[in-house]
């Protein structure tokens, strides 16, 4: 495998004519939107004391992602081992 006939998309690799995977999309951006979530709770815990008030709903929203996030690759392994069975 010659590495021009390559592409990579964010670390994974695929052969030419193969597209990324939606479900490799929402992985990414899901968990990408979770750790960008995760910063800013942290900063508005530790820094911004006066907008401490939205910690609640952010940590709501980021377990969201997180079981959203998690789902997404469970179900698609689960649904794959169910296959094979």
Do not use: C, E, W
């Not at 193969?18 to 992985?27: K, L, Q, S």
């Not at 910690?55 to 959203?68: E, Q, S, Y």
Request: aromatic share 12%; glycine share 6%; net charge positive.
């Amino acid at each position: 495998m010659d590495i021009k006939d390559d592409r990579i998309y964010l670390g994974a690799r695929f052969q030419m004519g193969d597209a990324m995977p939606i479900r490799v999309g929402f992985h990414v951006v899901l968990a990408i939107t979770f750790v960008v979530l995760l910063i800013l709770k942290i900063t508005i815990v530790r820094v911004y004391r006066n907008f401490l008030k939205y910690a609640p709903a952010l940590g709501i929203i980021i377990f969201t992602l997180a079981v959203i996030v998690f789902a997404i690759s469970a179900g698609f392994n689960l649904k794959a081992a169910l296959r094979r069975a």
